[in-house]
């Protein structure tokens, strides 16, 4: 397809006399006899450059110029004045329109041509840079639009929404991605509608299923725009979508941020996202901005400090002893990882640090680490040792990997080995863990579900994975002496352990009257402080006496 010129001039000669001058270069042409006429016909074909005269009738090729400027769709195009105007004063008012360059009216051929092609080179630049800002799905403007405007947008008093479809991703899954696309239309010509309600302002399409809104808050106070997200999302909810033969349920969570323009999206999709853990339909950056920005702060210094640990061997599993109450000895602990800082001070509980690995990537680096030292640990000793897996740990195909790898490298000690199998979320790839817990019993390995009463812990999945051993859960344990439905529970799961032939942990016996008790019903064994704490190394003991003073 040939580059278009529109050639704006009030005198057909010298329309024509452009035309001939560049009828070797196979471009198309289209012509306006004035500044006015040129805007709209700019508009409907988008032409790859623009020759304007000066002086016309109607409107001059100063006041086009400083129109087409002010238009999205064509603002970028390159403007080339082709004028008999010399003074200075008059090419000063042309660039300060927004006018490219100049051709004298009595035009060289040959430059013409050269500078034609320049600008159908910029030209094609820019239409590269507009469909690199523009959502393909619906012409609205998208991140990268979205980030330049805000970068280049010189008002200190600008605000933003984020919009999130809460169930985009379930429409798509269900009805196809073709159909969740004209839902994104549908949605965005509401919020087009709805966002009038607002002083100036520009709608974004920032990906599938998210929104922005960018809007002037001058005289702005917060109920008016707390307002404004209450009165969205109820307008969402009450409003029927339809595609076809199609309905669509639409719920959305927004945020709002008016803060440093530097990082005004950031901190918007910050509250958005804390919106959208929390359940909440809207939040407004304000009043939560500064302690999430604290909050990032300490986990990237966690993160620096965990790499810094890995990398100089400074995370250590430490072992919890589990006291047999059927023998009285203690040979089998709990693995829990433990971090130290430079003077060798343990640093961070367990779940905080962790929790920061995983939101930084590095936890399956601390699992392998654990299972390396567990092992030789196991090795060295002789004793059982139990580590904790999730889910998450599993359904990883390069940590499945590690693991089974593992189990084949040390089988000859695998059957002191066990996994303790907890889910920190929902999961569907029950058959993946299945087939997992299945092939480490085939090595020997002694499965344990902790926390029985959440998660995995249900019995239709304890008859599924016929675990070895189950822990019960740590509330039931520390109110079984005040709570007698915390007792019966306790009795209850004995019972069904019993059947199934697994052995019971109870966690958290804190003290003598709690240990009393899991041993009246009849518990296997006992782990918690009263026993003892986590240490770096192994504690064994031959007799309750140790445990339990002689009366």
């Known amino acids: 397809m040939s580059e278009k010129i529109l050639i704006v001039d009030d005198i057909a000669v010298n329309r024509m006399t452009i035309k001939i001058a560049l009828k070797e270069e196979n471009y198309t042409f289209i012509e306006a006899e004035n500044g006015k006429e040129a805007i709209e016909i700019a508009q409907k074909e988008h032409p790859d450059i623009i020759l304007m005269d000066a002086m016309m009738p109607v409107m001059d090729g100063f006041e086009a110029t400083r129109a087409i400027r002010k238009i999205d769709d064509i603002q970028r195009t390159p403007i080339l004045m082709i004028t008999s105007l010399e003074s200075k004063e008059d090419k000063i008012k042309a660039l300060e329109c927004g006018v490219n360059d100049f051709i004298n009216k009595s035009f060289d051929k040959l430059e013409l041509k050269a500078r034609c092609r320049s600008y159908v080179e910029t030209a094609k630049l820019n239409k590269r840079y507009i469909l ?40 798509e899954n269900f009805f196809g991605s073709e159909i969740a696309e004209k839902l994104d239309l549908i949605f965005l010509h509401k919020l087009k509608q709805f966002s009038a309600l607002l ?69 918007a999709n910050a509250v958005l996202n804390v919106a959208l853990s929390e359940k909440k339909e809207y939040l407004l950056a304000d009043g939560i901005i500064t ?35 059927k023998t009285g000895e203690i040979k089998r602990y709990e693995a829990l990882v433990r971090m130290y800082d430079d003077n060798y001070d343990i640093i961070f509980p367990q779940p905080y640090f962790l929790e920061a690995a995983k939101k930084g990537k590095l936890y399956p ?82 499965i344990a579900i902790d926390d029985f009463g959440s998660g995995f812990s249900n019995f239709i999945r304890i008859i599924e994975f016929k675990p070895d051993i189950i822990k019960l859960d740590g509330s039931l344990i520390k109110d079984i002496a005040t709570s007698d439905a915390a007792r019966r529970t306790v009795e209850t799961i004995k019972v069904f352990a019993d059947k199934i032939g697994a052995k019971t942990v109870a966690e958290y016996v804190g003290d003598e009257t709690i240990f009393r008790i899991i041993n009246e019903i009849g518990i296997d064994y006992a782990q918690g402080f009263y026993i003892g704490k986590a240490q770096p190394e192994l504690m064994q003991l031959e007799t309750t006496e140790d445990i339990i003073p002689a009366a």
């Open 132 to 171: 690199a800002s523009v959502n393909p799905v619906s012409g609205f403007p998208n991140k990268t639009a979205l980030l330049k405007d805000l970068h280049e947008n010189n008002d200190p008093k600008i605000g933003l929404f984020l919009l999130y479809m809460d169930n985009y991703a379930l429409n």
């Open 199 to 267: 002083p100036k302002h520009t709608i974004y399409h920032i990906s599938s299923g998210k929104y922005a809104i960018v809007t002037d808050v001058h005289n702005f106070e917060k109920a008016r725009i707390e307002a404004f997200c209450a009165n969205l999302i109820e307008h969402v909810k009450k409003s029927r979508f339809t595609y076809d033969i199609y309905e669509f349920y639409v719920n959305v969570t927004m945020s709002y941020a008016q803060t440093d323009k530097a990082t005004l999206y950031e901190d």
């Open 291 to 325: 302690q999430l920005k604290q909050s990032i702060k300490e986990n990237l210094k966690i993160l620096k400090v965990i790499k810094q640990a890995l990398k100089e061997d400074k995370i250590i599993p430490f072992f919890q002893p589990i006291y047999n109450n």
């Open 365 to 446: 680096y601390i699992t392998q680490l654990l299972i390396d030292k567990v092992l030789r640990k196991i090795r060295e000793s002789g004793c059982e040792i139990s580590v904790n897996l999730s889910s998450l740990d599993i359904e990883d195909p390069l940590m499945r990997d590690f693991l089974l790898e593992s189990m084949e490298r040390n089988k000859d000690i695998t059957d002191k080995l066990i996994f303790e199998l907890l889910e920190d979320k929902e999961t569907d790839s029950y058959a993946i863990v299945k087939a997992f817990i299945d092939k480490a019993k085939s090595y020997g390995v002694k």
